[in-house]
């Protein structure tokens, strides 16, 4: 069997571009967290966690290029990758692209590229270099909804705000995503969610 060539799927708004790495990476590495907000209660040994949201997943992975045998500019397969930071005049933004290595798939935008030459020719033209590429992940909105489990998301509801209850408090409960309370101060017009009036009724809008 062949061995799979890892690549970078570019999508510069409708058009797709392959961009073949010249060597697999040995490893990469993928960092994923949430964040929580700790409450400590008197009485009690430890604080209470209420989960917030959660972190883009980062990828990380090292890049080896060589054009030695071939005498020519490494920085000619570099740049691709490089370029990948690039605002793209369409999309106003770096370009959405996934690294795809066999059944991994990653999904994300380049935010930073490090560089290091270390081979030379004779006229200072650099042909061995090392990439130190970092991804975060990308995901839409309509992506992120179809992740999320939704129990009573499906359908508007009515809601009786308690005393001390903020948006982001139902948003977690009814979407499991504390991150949606806009969704909910947007329907019901309320210009600080932080301070919402209790004892009010609000609708908690279905997610589409």
């Keep these: 069997m062949a061995l799979k060539k890892a690549k970078f799927v570019v999508d510069r708004g409708g058009s797709k571009e392959d961009i073949e790495v010249l060597f697999n990476p040995n490893e990469y590495n993928l960092e994923?967290?949430?964040?929580?907000?700790?409450?400590?209660?008197?009485g009690l040994s430890l604080p209470l966690g209420q989960f917030v949201n959660?972190?883009?997943?980062t990828l990380s992975l090292d890049?080896?290029?060589?054009?030695?045998?071939?005498?020519t500019d490494v920085r000619e397969y570099t740049k691709k990758i490089t370029g990948l930071l690039d605002v793209e005049k369409e999309l106003h933004a770096p370009?959405?692209?996934r690294f795809v290595w066999g059944s991994f798939d990653f999904k994300g935008v380049v935010e930073k590229v490090t560089q290091s030459f270390t081979m030379f020719l004779d006229t200072g033209i650099p042909v061995r270099a090392k990439l130190k590429v970092n991804l975060t992940s990308w995901y839409t909105k309509e992506e992120q909804l179809q992740h999320i489990p939704r129990h009573s998301a499906d359908r508007t509801k009515q809601k009786?705000?308690?005393?001390?209850?903020?948006?982001?408090?139902?948003?977690a409960e009814e979407y499991?995503?504390?991150?949606?309370?806009?969704?909910?101060?947007?329907a019901n017009r309320i210009d600080n969610p932080s301070k919402p009036p209790s004892g009010k009724k609000i609708t908690v809008p279905r997610l589409y």
């Design 176 to 186: 499991q995503d504390p991150g949606l309370w806009r969704e909910i101060a947007r």
């Design 160 to 171: 009786m705000l308690k005393q001390g209850e903020e948006l982001w408090m139902i948003a």
């Design 54 to 57: 959660g972190n883009n997943t």
């Design 32 to 42: 994923s967290s949430n964040n929580f907000n700790w409450e400590r209660v008197p």
């Design 63 to 71: 890049l080896f290029f060589d054009t030695y045998e071939k005498k």
């Design 95 to 97: 370009p959405i692209c």
